[in-house]
């Protein structure tokens, strides 16, 4: 399976949420976006799980939504549709909620 092929490899997340038209969610904790994260979330929790499974000790993660061309803007201006440092400081939050017990150190067994 392709997908698994992958996660065994991944020893990075790039955290940014696209969907099937576009690279990037406007807003990925949008309720319009709910599916396009809630796919990217499974992926990405299968490779934390895994990390986590072999004990290993790095995995870096990078919520890094982008300007525009990611950014949907408005028409004829450019503008983004939402605040681009906004959206990778609560995507970094949610992850690091989302996983805190999968990331805290090991104790003794």
Not at 16 to 24: K, L, S, T
Request: aromatic share 8%; net charge neutral.
């Amino acid at each position: 399976m392709p997908t698994a092929r992958a996660i065994e490899r991944t020893d990075h997340i790039h955290a940014r949420v696209g969907f099937a038209e576009g690279p990037q969610v406007s807003d990925p904790l949008a309720p319009e976006h709910a599916d396009a994260l809630a796919a990217h979330l499974s992926w990405w929790d299968r490779i934390v799980k895994r990390h986590s499974d072999l004990d290993a000790t790095t995995l870096t993660v990078t919520p890094e939504f982008g300007p525009w061309p990611y950014m949907p803007s408005l028409p004829h201006t450019r503008m983004p549709v939402a605040d681009q440092w906004e959206l990778n400081v609560r995507m970094m939050g949610m992850l690091k909620q989302r996983w805190a017990a999968a990331m805290a150190p090991r104790v003794a067994r």
